[in-house]
């Protein structure tokens, strides 16, 4: 399975849905939960990826096992990339960073089952906003790298074609 399928928020909702045994889910991200009884959601509410961590903090059956199904996938990921790319640190940010009190240890325990020598594994100072200001950094490169091509073509310079990993 895909990282995404498993860490992705709707992922992540649609994993609590399917352990509650819930029966609707739409399409929207939000679920549509009929729940039985006994849930901290109460009847035909809507769960996110954000819900099911706080129902994770507030002693929620459920929610725990898919935190650790989580925190699993991530764990295998990074391993698997240190493996490859011998990573010194890896740095967490998004909805991962802003759920560390629920992910950070687990993750980091379960890196260093998987790999020899474990990268340093922290989580971005950026919070909920690491994923946009990285967005931001690759559109400001590529309209950089645009803007140089350009300007070279206009003063009849050759062209340097600058490839990056994307």
Do not use: C, M
Not at 63 to 70: E, G, I, K, S
Not at 124 to 146: K, P
Request: hydrophobic share 50%.
């Amino acid at each position: 399975r895909q990282l995404e399928e498993i860490v992705a928020g709707p992922a992540i909702a649609r994993a609590y849905l399917e352990h509650r045994g819930s029966a609707e889910v739409d399409g929207t991200g939000a679920r549509r939960v009929p729940l039985g009884s006994g849930s901290s959601l109460g009847v035909s509410e809507s769960v996110d990826a954000r819900q099911v961590f706080d129902l994770a903090r507030q002693g929620d059956p459920v929610a725990p096992a898919v935190v650790r199904r989580v925190a699993d996938a991530l764990a295998w990921a990074i391993a698997s990339a240190t493996a490859v790319l011998d990573l010194s640190l890896v740095v967490l940010g998004g909805g991962v960073g802003l759920n560390a009190d629920l992910l950070l240890g687990p993750v980091r325990s379960r890196v260093a089952e998987l790999v020899p020598f474990a990268p340093e594994i922290r989580i971005s100072s950026l919070g909920g906003d690491a994923t946009l200001f990285g967005a931001i950094a690759v559109a400001l490169r590529q309209g950089r790298t645009l803007a140089q091509q350009r300007e070279a073509v206009a003063s009849g310079k050759p062209a340097v074609l600058e490839v990056g990993v994307q």
